[in-house]
């Protein structure tokens, strides 16, 4: 199927075109004919997959056609909801690149930042508005926006919003908009409560789902080293020494985690940047820049911050934590391989973050290969390492007698290297807690 099969207006056309998209992605051919009909969506699908724009083309197709623009130039007409400020500035660009053409503006609002620009660009008036749910209700209750010509409403990452505290001013939002509007609710998970708050928000609905194991399985390489706490650091610089030419998303569970994480790549001369919720709203828009841009190489960033990042040619995804909730690993891997490229998605785990483990393959319904041999083997990560796994679960699996030996000559070599440098540099450090 190509985008012009789906009947979309010139204009889009010429600007998806302009994107080098050529085909829609499944959650696009899906979705796409459903909302070009009118009809109320519900999305069970994750960023990486197309979702912008299996959303947003629709909206600008309708709003180009349908629409007079003279009635009702530039009031909002389309309201997208999302959690973060990463992810609303991310589909604000994605509106200006699809809907080029239209004559369409958009604009995004999010908190952490003055208000007052923000305010400037509504007065001017706009067509979609892309906002975060706290300073959209501060600038809703401050009269500054109107929802009386609204026609479309997208409840994006609603899971995350949900986790995030914002249900109550999801809420009071959707209570302000009329109640003739196409709605659109997209979620990774559906958990009770975003069952629930779905049937709140959605008329009559169509449902689209894109499991998160055909993301995973179908275009992310993915690998697990068992390794100690102490030894993550030097796994981590030993990794990115190996590849300092690719551009490298490392996940940490905590804010200061990835603080520590960005000092320790620091004494290894290896510069990094982390993003998480206590920087500012400038140093996380900076560094976030120039990792896109290719000038900064290693972004350490925490779940909240880093979600929906879409960088174009990430090579490789790290977790240096295994996340504790499993759907959050398919976020994480899903920064790399997006759309129709190809990624690499390696974790670290230690002995407390078995279960972890166990619970994503459960979810993702696939072992994630085992890496077997590092340079940072120790007595916990070698347990972990060792063949000693279920019945013939991998076909990678060392098998090989001969190879196994000289893995044992390496592994006792480097058994002592690292005893040495975990002297040098991670004394004590294995069991204090992050
Ligand atoms: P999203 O899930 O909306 O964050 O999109 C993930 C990535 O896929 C973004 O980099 C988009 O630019 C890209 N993308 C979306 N749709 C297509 C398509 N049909 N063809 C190629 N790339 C696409």
Request: aromatic residues 6%; proline residues 4%; charged residues 25%.
């Amino acid at each position: 199927m190509t985008f012009k099969e789906l009947g979309l207006a010139e204009p889009i056309l010429k600007a998806l075109k302009e994107e080098n998209y050529t085909n829609p992605t499944p959650i696009q051919e899906q979705s796409i004919p459903i909302l070009l009909q009118g009809k109320d969506l519900l999305g069970v699908a994750q960023t990486g997959t197309g979702k912008t724009a299996a959303f947003g083309i629709p909206i600008l197709h309708h709003l180009y056609q349908g629409i007079s623009l003279r009635q009702n130039k530039r009031k909002v007409k389309a309201l997208i909801v999302t959690p973060t400020r990463e992810l609303a500035i991310q589909i604000g660009e994605s509106f200006t690149a699809y809907g080029k053409y239209t004559g369409l503006k958009n604009t995004v609002i999010f908190g952490g930042v003055k208000q007052a620009k923000q305010v400037n660009e509504l007065r001017a008036g706009v067509d979609i508005l892309i906002a975060t749910p706290g300073r959209l209700l501060d600038l809703m209750n401050q009269g500054f926006i109107s929802f009386r010509d609204l026609k479309f409403v997208v409840l994006d990452e609603a899971d995350q919003m949900l986790d995030m505290g914002f249900i109550h001013d999801i809420k009071k939002i959707i209570a302000k908009l009329p109640p003739k509007r196409q709605s659109l609710f997209f979620s990774a998970t559906m958990p009770k409560t975003i069952v629930e708050l779905s049937r709140k928000i959605l008329g009559d609905f169509e449902r689209v789902t894109i499991k998160p194991r055909q993301a995973t399985a179908e275009k992310v390489e993915q690998g697990v080293y068992f390794v100690s706490k102490a030894n993550k650091t030097n796994l981590l610089v030993y990794l990115l020494e190996k590849r300092p030419n690719d551009s490298v998303l490392v996940f940490s569970r905590t804010k200061h985690g990835a603080n520590k994480i960005v000092k320790k790549l620091g004494q290894a001369n290896i510069s990094s940047a982390a993003i998480h919720g206590n920087k500012s709203q400038t140093a996380r828009q900076k560094a976030l820049g120039a990792f896109k841009d290719g000038a900064l190489k290693v972004l350490v960033a925490t779940d909240i911050a880093a979600r929906g990042i879409d960088v174009d040619d990430l090579a490789l995804v790290i977790n240096f934590d295994l996340p504790n909730v499993s759907e959050t690993y398919v976020h994480r891997i899903g920064r790399t391989g997006r759309a129709n490229a190809s990624g690499i998605a390696l974790s670290f785990c230690m002995a407390e973050e078995r279960p972890y483990l166990r619970d994503i393959e459960k979810l993702i319904n696939q072992q994630v290969p085992r890496l077997g041999e590092h340079p940072f083997m120790d007595e916990l990560s070698e347990q972990e390492t060792t063949p000693r796994r279920p019945t013939g679960r991998s076909k990678n699996s060392n098998s090989n007698k001969s190879s196994n030996s000289s893995r044992n000559s390496n592994r006792n070599r480097n058994r002592n290297r690292n005893r040495n440098k975990n002297r040098n540099t991670n004394s004590g450090s294995s069991t204090k807690k992050d």
